[in-house]
């Protein structure tokens, strides 16, 4: 096997009071991504503080078979919410034991935290000055706790490069989604959700899951609406003529669907439309005008403007990222 054949090495951190779905996505979702012939294209492990039983928050324990040594292998990390983290949680300080774990991460490591285990990088430091998030419940805490942290309570997941952080446990499946995809294309990572059964993209961030009153059953959501947009993304959009698919005033539908959504219809079908272009950019050799017709952004120019907004590069840089390492490169 050839360096550039070797898996990705993906090492999670087990701390006791672990919750065991979280310690699960990382292994899931990496394991559904293969290469070309079905190569696996990350190789997912686990540690602990030392190598034995670890608590978790259920009525079992697992047994971990590495010490924290194997951090030194990482070339990426990911920190799982842990429910006995003392220090960590109510002083924003790392235990001895901790800080010796992290001490073996090497220099350029990618970083990765699940919900409150968001809670171990900002108390080693590795967060501040950057944008993070966290369980929508402990935000504010949080911001509290690490004032040096950018906080942002609204969204799924974070990306600042080599740091990269979830919302609430199940945002884990979704920012374990979206590194597969910016490693190695929305093709593979679509795969490993259709795998897992689960959407390849969340809509909105977490302002959808905050607890609010229960809608009147007679009131209707905008599904008819999206379905609708999602056939026409190539064709001017007015939000009129989506409130008139559900039979409702454009104020009506607006706070409706940012209600549905955690984002107005405007944000949505951008986030659609930048989608599509990243499907066309990746399986076609459209040019750009072509791409920025199919996706309704009118021309490349605003093409550009949007896929760099979104994506923090250029549509040429990601056609020749993702065209050199999408299925059959």
């Given at each position: 096997?050839t360096a550039a054949?070797?898996p990705h090495?993906?090492v999670?951190?087990?701390l006791?009071?672990l919750?065991?779905?979280?310690l699960g996505?990382?292994?899931?979702?990496?394991g559904?991504?293969?290469?070309?012939?079905?190569?696996?294209?990350y190789?997912?492990?686990?540690c602990?503080?030392a190598?034995?039983p670890?608590?978790?928050?259920?009525?079992?324990?697992?047994?971990?078979?590495?010490?924290p040594e194997?951090?030194?292998?990482?070339?990426?990390?990911?920190?799982?919410?842990?429910?006995?983290l003392?220090?960590?949680?109510?002083?924003?300080?790392?235990?001895e034991?901790?800080?010796a774990?992290?001490a073996?991460?090497?220099p350029g490591?990618r970083l990765?935290s699940?919900?409150?285990?968001?809670y171990?990088?900002?108390?080693?430091?590795?967060l501040?000055?950057r944008?993070?998030?966290t369980?929508?419940?402990s935000?504010?805490?949080f911001q509290?706790?690490f004032?040096?942290?950018?906080?942002?309570?609204?969204v799924l997941?974070?990306?600042d490069g080599?740091?990269?952080?979830?919302?609430?446990?199940?945002?884990g499946v979704?920012?374990?989604l979206h590194?597969?995809r910016?490693?190695?294309?929305a093709?593979?990572a679509?795969e490993?959700?259709?795998r897992?059964v689960?959407?390849?993209?969340?809509e909105?961030?977490?302002?959808?899951?905050?607890?609010?009153?229960?809608?009147?059953?007679?009131?209707?959501?905008t599904?008819?609406?999206?379905a609708?947009?999602?056939d026409?993304?190539?064709e001017?959009l007015?939000?009129?003529?989506?409130a008139?698919?559900e039979?409702?005033s454009?104020?009506t539908f607006?706070?409706?669907?940012?209600?549905?959504?955690?984002?107005?219809?405007?944000?949505?079908?951008?986030g659609?439309?930048?989608?599509?272009?990243r499907?066309l950019?990746?399986?076609?050799d459209?040019?750009?005008?072509a791409v920025?017709?199919?996706?309704?952004?009118?021309?490349?120019?605003?093409?550009r403007?949007?896929?760099?907004?979104a994506?923090?590069?250029?549509p040429?840089?990601?056609?020749?990222t993702?065209?050199?390492?999408?299925?059959?490169?």
């Amino acid at each position: 096997m050839t360096a550039a054949e070797k898996p990705h090495r993906v090492v999670i951190l087990a701390l006791a009071g672990l919750l065991p779905f979280e310690l699960g996505i990382p292994h899931r979702i990496f394991g559904y991504a293969k290469g070309p012939g079905g190569r696996p294209l990350y190789e997912t492990l686990t540690c602990g503080l030392a190598a034995g039983p670890v608590r978790t928050d259920a009525d079992f324990a697992i047994h971990v078979e590495h010490g924290p040594e194997l951090l030194a292998t990482a070339d990426t990390v990911v920190v799982p919410a842990s429910y006995e983290l003392g220090p960590v949680y109510e002083e924003g300080r790392l235990t001895e034991g901790l800080a010796a774990a992290l001490a073996h991460i090497r220099p350029g490591t990618r970083l990765v935290s699940i919900c409150t285990g968001g809670y171990v990088l900002a108390a080693a430091g590795y967060l501040d000055g950057r944008p993070a998030t966290t369980h929508w419940a402990s935000a504010e805490h949080f911001q509290r706790l690490f004032p040096a942290v950018r906080v942002d309570a609204d969204v799924l997941y974070t990306d600042d490069g080599d740091v990269l952080t979830s919302a609430g446990v199940a945002a884990g499946v979704d920012l374990c989604l979206h590194i597969v995809r910016r490693d190695h294309g929305a093709a593979v990572a679509n795969e490993a959700a259709r795998r897992t059964v689960v959407p390849p993209h969340r809509e909105g961030g977490q302002a959808q899951f905050v607890g609010r009153p229960v809608p009147e059953p007679q009131q209707a959501s905008t599904t008819a609406a999206r379905a609708w947009v999602l056939d026409r993304l190539h064709e001017p959009l007015r939000l009129s003529d989506l409130a008139r698919q559900e039979a409702v005033s454009v104020r009506t539908f607006t706070r409706r669907f940012r209600q549905e959504s955690g984002v107005s219809p405007g944000e949505w079908i951008t986030g659609r439309r930048v989608e599509r272009a990243r499907q066309l950019l990746e399986r076609t050799d459209l040019p750009m005008e072509a791409v920025a017709r199919e996706t309704g952004f009118g021309t490349a120019q605003s093409l550009r403007k949007h896929v760099q907004a979104a994506l923090g590069v250029s549509p040429t840089a990601y056609r020749r990222t993702f065209r050199a390492t999408g299925p059959g490169a």
